[in-house]
């Protein structure tokens, strides 16, 4: 069956340390995002891609990057990791402007 | 800009029904959804209305849209102690394809 998956499920990491979070997603799906959910903000998106080669930022982009370089994969990179930067991260793919499918989500704490 | 705003918390009875409501800026909305996020789990889409529909049931759930007034609500019929979880409306719009704007999620609580 297609799915949509994240790794890590669980990160914890050191403030000025650069992480990367997978997505990966077996529908072929063109449009891939990045969201981060906080309380009282419910999803804000980070950043999204039409298609591979394509980026493009989102409401909350400052400090992350996003490459995609297949259609399959949109890696999430914190450059340099911030205290701000725990939350829950989402990531999510869809072929039209209709449904979009989520991933399970990988927590992420800065200490 | 868009904006979706949704109130924070709504607890019923087991057995009641459920109303969330949800209001959104953007008239040109073309969907509006209603989405469910179990806890620990991402979100899954429940249901969908098109702009030019007025109400869509589906089983248990009855969306009715309001575009005079921006105002969309999910209406759940015989709550289950396992709808308890939170709702997200969304909305998309064509200046931004492909792309949702979600409200900040209701929390559903449902009480034995």
């Known amino acids: 069956d297609a799915e949509i998956t994240q790794s890590p499920r669980h990160k914890i990491t050191e403030t000025g340390r650069q992480v990367t979070l997978a997505c990966h997603q077996t529908w072929n799906h063109n449009n891939m995002f990045w969201y981060r959910q906080d309380l009282g903000h419910g999803l804000r998106l980070i950043h999204y891609?039409?298609?591979?080669?394509?980026?493009n930022k989102g409401e909350v982009s400052d400090g992350y990057s996003v490459s995609r370089s297949n259609t399959e994969d949109l890696p999430l990179t914190l450059e340099s990791a911030a205290s701000s930067q725990t939350s829950v991260y989402f990531c999510?793919?869809?072929?039209?402007?209709?449904?979009?499918?989520f991933g399970p989500g990988t927590r992420l704490t800065v200490l | 800009g868009e904006d979706v705003e949704q109130s924070l918390f709504l607890s019923v009875r087991e057995g009641d029904s459920s109303v969330i409501n949800c209001t959104y800026t953007d008239s040109s909305s073309t969907y509006l959804y209603w989405y469910k996020q179990e806890p620990g789990a991402g979100l899954q889409l429940l249901t969908y209305i098109f702009s030019n529909m007025d109400m869509k049931q589906d089983q248990r759930l009855t969306v009715l849209l309001n575009k005079k007034d921006k105002h969309l609500s999910l209406r759940i019929a015989d709550t289950q102690t396992g709808d308890s979880a939170i709702y997200f409306c969304?909305?998309?719009?064509?200046?931004?394809?492909?792309?949702?704007?979600f409200g900040q999620g209701t929390t559903l609580q449902v009480k034995p």
């Open positions: 969304a909305e998309s719009t064509p200046s931004n394809t492909g792309k949702l704007i």
């Open positions: 999510a793919s869809s072929e039209s402007s209709n449904e979009q499918f």
């Open positions: 891609s039409y298609g591979v080669q394509d980026t």
